[in-house]
C-alpha cells in the first residue's frame, strides 16, 4: 500500500476507534454495532413504536397493501408507521460526538404528515417531533446560512440550487440531510416525545 493512503488509513482508523470508545460497555453498544443501515433503521423503527406506546401515544402500524394492489415504488415507502393517526416518517441519527446529529435522506416529496428525529446516545434515547410544514418553513429560513441545511449532491450544487430556487428549495429538492448542532436549537413548533 501506498505510504500516503496507509497515513490516511490509520487517521481514519483512530477516528473510527474513538468514536467506538464512546459506547463500549455502555446501554446501547449493541444498537451502535449494528453495521447494515438498512438493520439498523429497521431495529430503530420498532424501537421507537415500543417506547412510543410505552409513552402513552397511540402507535399503529401502516396499513399493509391489499392482495394484487400495485404500489408504486416511490410511495410504497413514504412513512413508517402511524403517531395519534398521522403519518410520520422516522430519522435516526446515532453519530453522538457531543457536536451535532446527522439524519440522513429527508424526503419532503413523500407522503407523511410529522418527522420524528430519534437520537440515540451511549445511555440514552430521545425523540423530537415535528410537522412537514414546520421543518419546510425552518429549511426557507436557514437556506441562506452556511450550515444546517445539506443538500444531496454536495455543496457545488447546493449553491447552484440556491441560485436557482433561492428560500423555495426544499420544494424543489427530493433529498436533504441535516446536520443538528448539539448548541443550536430545535427548529420552531418542535416538540420532545420522550
Given at each position: 500500500?501506498?505510504?500516503?493512503?496507509?497515513?490516511?488509513?490509520?487517521?481514519?482508523?483512530?477516528k473510527d476507534e474513538e468514536a467506538k470508545k464512546d459506547w463500549l460497555g455502555t446501554t446501547n453498544e449493541w444498537f451502535y454495532s449494528i453495521s447494515s443501515p438498512k438493520r439498523k433503521g429497521s431495529c430503530a423503527e420498532?424501537?421507537?413504536?415500543?417506547?412510543?406506546?410505552?409513552?402513552?401515544?397511540?402507535?399503529?402500524?401502516?396499513?399493509?397493501?391489499?392482495?394484487?394492489?400495485?404500489?408504486?415504488?416511490?410511495?410504497?415507502?413514504?412513512?413508517?408507521?402511524?403517531?395519534?393517526?398521522?403519518?410520520?416518517?422516522?430519522?435516526?441519527?446515532?453519530?453522538?460526538?457531543?457536536?451535532?446529529?446527522?439524519?440522513?435522506?429527508?424526503?419532503?416529496?413523500?407522503?407523511?404528515?410529522?418527522?420524528?428525529?430519534?437520537?440515540?446516545?451511549?445511555?440514552?434515547?430521545?425523540?423530537?417531533?415535528?410537522?412537514?410544514?414546520?421543518?419546510?418553513?425552518?429549511?426557507?429560513?436557514?437556506?441562506?446560512?452556511?450550515?444546517?441545511?445539506?443538500?444531496?449532491?454536495?455543496?457545488?450544487?447546493?449553491?447552484?440550487?440556491?441560485?436557482?430556487?433561492?428560500?423555495?428549495?426544499?420544494?424543489?429538492?427530493?433529498?436533504?440531510?441535516?446536520?443538528?448542532?448539539?448548541?443550536?436549537?430545535?427548529?420552531?413548533?418542535?416538540?420532545?416525545?420522550?
Amino acid at each position: 500500500m501506498d505510504k500516503d493512503v496507509s497515513e490516511i488509513m490509520k487517521i481514519y482508523k483512530k477516528k473510527d476507534e474513538e468514536a467506538k470508545k464512546d459506547w463500549l460497555g455502555t446501554t446501547n453498544e449493541w444498537f451502535y454495532s449494528i453495521s447494515s443501515p438498512k438493520r439498523k433503521g429497521s431495529c430503530a423503527e420498532k424501537i421507537a413504536k415500543d417506547i412510543l406506546l410505552k409513552s402513552g401515544f397511540d402507535v399503529e402500524n401502516k396499513p399493509k397493501k391489499k392482495k394484487g394492489e400495485k404500489v408504486d415504488k416511490k410511495s410504497k415507502s413514504d412513512y413508517d408507521f402511524l403517531l395519534n393517526k398521522k403519518k410520520v416518517e422516522l430519522k435516526l441519527s446515532c453519530d453522538y460526538m457531543g457536536k451535532s446529529s446527522t439524519f440522513f435522506q429527508i424526503r419532503p416529496w413523500q407522503d407523511y404528515e410529522y418527522l420524528v428525529f430519534m437520537i440515540v446516545e451511549p445511555e440514552d434515547v430521545t425523540m423530537y417531533s415535528i410537522t412537514k410544514e414546520d421543518f419546510k418553513k425552518y429549511c426557507k429560513k436557514v437556506c441562506d446560512d452556511k450550515h444546517s441545511i445539506i443538500y444531496a449532491g454536495g455543496k457545488k450544487k447546493m449553491g447552484i440550487l440556491k441560485e436557482r430556487y433561492g428560500k423555495n428549495l426544499f420544494d424543489h429538492y427530493d433529498l436533504f440531510h441535516w446536520v443538528k448542532k448539539t448548541n443550536e436549537s430545535w427548529p420552531k413548533g418542535t416538540k420532545k416525545l420522550i
